[in-house]
């Protein structure tokens, strides 16, 4: 469209471009991306890097050749790097992880040892609801073991605990259903991990990840509240994309464990990211979405710099948006029960493949399947999967929902298999509500 940018004041070389329908995100403009420029009476072509987005224009850089006095032509461009690092984690991920995530094969005589295992070395509980392709090795078993009693949240109820002791395990899956305390559930695991490495000293290093900010920013609260319950308190770090807005981040705790961009470049800043080193010494947790992952594997990080990797409401994320944090996973040697292709990995899905899965517009991306996540494929099945590829943890207790709204959710996705847990008095004190 036609336009006309005029320069800012101040130090930095910033034009403003007044550009309809921001507000509606149409276009959809993202701090750090191009916008094209061509200016008919200097027959001259620009490009502008956005440091700010506003409801009614945008902030550029420009070259300092640029003439904001004369009328321009303004085209926006297509951001194509969420896909380049999609495409990167697809050839990046290591062969062992790739084939026991995207081709999962049942080996041979699996699932017979699988079953003469021995009930309380079986990784599973009275919530778990597959088999899984390979059993527990001697140091997983004395790993889960090694978990202290003591939770650090002292309602965990027993599907939440079998969960927790899971996500010791090379590759687990917490199912989720609304009011179950799914979050709840990854939190108490996140911290017996770390709890367990500093006991034994053992390395422990968790990247903690979500499709969206808002889901990795309550992941993260909820941590920091206990850093101090440790031995030696633990160090949280929150990564966020460089072009992330800070006035979006509600939490102050969460504020405080990023890192700002206070360049005053006029651009109402944005966030920096850790070196390597840092990432490779101090730090305990790192907090970032599937796609500020890909920031990881930029600055040189390697597969096994995590040992843990958790993906929270992995239903809503694309296969290959899951794979970005995955393909960071620590890999180890086969056991007995995988075959020769299958290495382990120490990952946790979570979610609900019951509830909002990938948004996904393009129809040719639909019929090719697209739309189903890893958490859905994981749990049900479908494509190279023959059945559950890692041990299903369901919760089954809803603490949230009146018990006539938990039934009735309850027959229509979960196969009745979800008990409420909040007491009808209690859920019915809405009733009491003037004007109800």
Same mark, same amino acid.
């Given at each position: 469209g036609g336009g006309r940018a005029r320069r800012r004041g101040g130090g930095a070389n910033l034009h403003v471009l007044r550009a309809a329908g921001l507000a509606e995100k149409r276009p959809s403009v993202l701090r750090g991306d191009s916008v094209n420029i061509y200016q008919p009476i200097t027959n001259r072509y620009f490009k502008g890097y956005v440091h700010h987005v506003n409801l009614e224009d945008v902030r550029l850089?420009?070259?300092h050749s640029f003439q904001h006095q004369y009328p321009c032509n303004v085209s926006f461009t297509l951001n194509r790097t969420m896909f380049r690092t999609q495409h990167r984690a697809l050839a990046g991920l290591p062969p062992g992880l790739a084939r026991l995530l995207l081709e999962p094969r049942t080996p041979p005589g699996a699932a017979a040892a699988w079953a003469a295992l021995a009930e309380e070395e079986r990784p599973g509980g009275c919530a778990v609801m597959g088999g899984a392709l390979r059993g527990p090795t001697p140091e997983e078993r004395w790993e889960r073991a090694a978990f202290h009693e003591v939770p650090f949240q002292a309602t965990l109820n027993e599907e939440q605990k079998v969960a927790v002791r899971q996500m010791a395990s090379p590759l687990s899956v917490v199912w989720g259903p609304p009011g179950t305390g799914k979050t709840f559930t990854l939190v108490e695991g996140i911290l017996q991990l770390l709890k367990h490495a500093q006991a034994t000293g053992t390395r422990c290093k968790v990247l903690?990840?979500?499709?969206?900010?808002?889901?990795v920013d309550v992941i993260c609260e909820r941590v920091?509240?206990?850093?101090?319950?440790?031995?030696?308190?633990?160090?949280v770090f929150r990564m966020n994309a460089v072009m992330r807005d800070p006035k979006t981040?509600?939490?102050?705790? !969460? &504020?405080? !464990?990023?890192?700002?961009?206070?360049?005053?470049?006029?651009?109402?800043?944005?966030?920096?990211?850790?070196?390597?080193?840092?990432l490779e010494g101090k730090l305990d947790v790192v907090c970032c979405t599937c796609a500020a992952a890909a920031y990881l594997v930029s600055l040189g990080a390697a597969p096994g710099l995590f040992t843990h990797v958790v993906v929270d409401e992995a239903a809503q994320a694309t296969e290959p948006l899951a794979l970005i944090p995955l393909s960071l996973c620590a890999v180890g040697k086969k056991n007995a029960l995988q075959d020769a292709h299958a290495h382990a990995a120490r990952a946790t899905l979570a979610g609900d493949p019951k509830?909002?899965?990938p948004v996904i517009?393009?129809?040719?991306?639909?019929?090719?399947?697209?739309?189903?996540?890893?958490?859905?494929?994981?749990?049900?099945?479908?494509?190279?999967?023959?059945?559950?590829?890692?041990?299903?943890?369901?919760?089954?207790?809803n603490y949230r929902s009146h018990p006539v709204i !938990?039934? &009735?959710?309850?027959?229509?996705?979960y196969e009745g298999r979800l008990r409420a847990c909040k007491s009808a008095d209690v859920s019915g004190e809405v009733l009491k509500?003037?004007?109800w």
């Open positions: 850089s420009l070259p903690v990840t979500a499709p969206s900010n808002e889901a920091l509240g206990y850093r101090d319950r440790f031995r030696r308190p633990i160090r981040i509600k939490s102050a705790a !969460v &504020l405080g !464990v990023s890192r700002r961009d206070e360049r005053g470049d006029g651009g109402g800043g944005g966030f920096l990211l850790p070196s390597l080193a840092e509830q909002l899965g517009r393009s129809a040719v991306a639909l019929g090719y399947g697209l739309h189903f996540s890893l958490l859905e494929r994981a749990v049900a099945g479908g494509g190279a999967y023959r059945g559950p590829i890692a041990p299903v943890t369901l919760l089954t207790r !938990v039934s &009735l959710f309850s027959m229509l996705f509500w003037q004007g």
